[in-house]
């Protein structure tokens, strides 16, 4: 049962990362083009995200202790990527930009799409381990982001102005930090419990 179930989890995992890592080109790609903060946010955003379920795939299989310090480096990765969008929000709003809104809607669109799917396609797996959970949080963090970027491409084809696709960045910034954090306090959690555990057969045994 064990075994099906990590297959299961396995394939699910490898279906995401592969999502993913195409929506990070994607993003890269469009934002260049299209010259938005927002999207090149979302990029750095899957990228991190695909590096994130690489690592939670290889401690698939491995101890719980293995698992908590994997959903440990995903939190701190999501972190550190936050940051990353902060500078370049950062150097738009010195050196200046000029994005397209309409690039910026139909990709965000498309990627809304595939992040409904990832997380429909996490969801259906039953009682996930902390690095399962951490997956579905970039999910859920993504298709939100993926919504801003919409209404930023919005605004910037209505004002003629940068502000929204920054202020979006600034804001993915944001999702990101919060999510990073709740996967570290759901990590640590999962530490506890696993020394409340250990000490409570230790009490059991004696």
């Not at 297959?7 to 993913?20: D, F, P, Q």
């Not at 939190?75 to 309409?102: C, E, Q």
């Not at 004002?159 to 600034?170: F, I, K, S």
């Not at 930090?177 to 759901?186: F, N, S």
Request: charged content about 15%; aromatic content about 10%; proline content about 1%.
């Amino acid at each position: 049962m064990a075994e099906q179930r990590n297959a299961t989890e396995r394939r699910t995992l490898w279906i995401v990362l592969g999502l993913n890592i195409g929506l990070a080109i994607a993003f890269f790609a469009s934002g260049a083009f299209g010259d938005s903060s927002a999207l090149i946010a979302n990029g750095l955003d899957n990228l991190s995200d695909s590096f994130v379920y690489a690592i939670s795939l290889f401690a698939l299989s491995r101890s719980a202790k293995w698992k908590r310090g994997a959903a440990n480096v995903s939190g701190g990765l999501l972190i550190l990527f936050a940051l990353g969008i902060l500078y370049d929000a950062w150097r738009r709003y010195v050196g200046g930009s000029d994005p397209l809104g309409t690039i910026m809607i139909i990709m965000a669109l498309v990627a809304a799409a595939i992040n409904a799917l990832c997380v429909w396609l996490l969801a259906r797996l039953r009682d996930p381990d902390v690095n399962i959970r951490a997956a579905n949080t970039f999910s859920w963090n993504d298709f939100a982001a993926n919504l801003g970027i919409v209404v930023a491409g919005g605004l910037v084809a209505w004002l003629g102005t940068n502000w929204p696709d920054l202020v979006v960045g600034v804001i993915v910034a944001g999702i990101a930090t919060w999510g990073g954090v709740g996967i570290l306090k759901d990590a640590h959690g999962e530490h506890h419990k696993a020394v409340h555990d250990d000490n409570q057969a230790s009490e059991d045994i004696a």
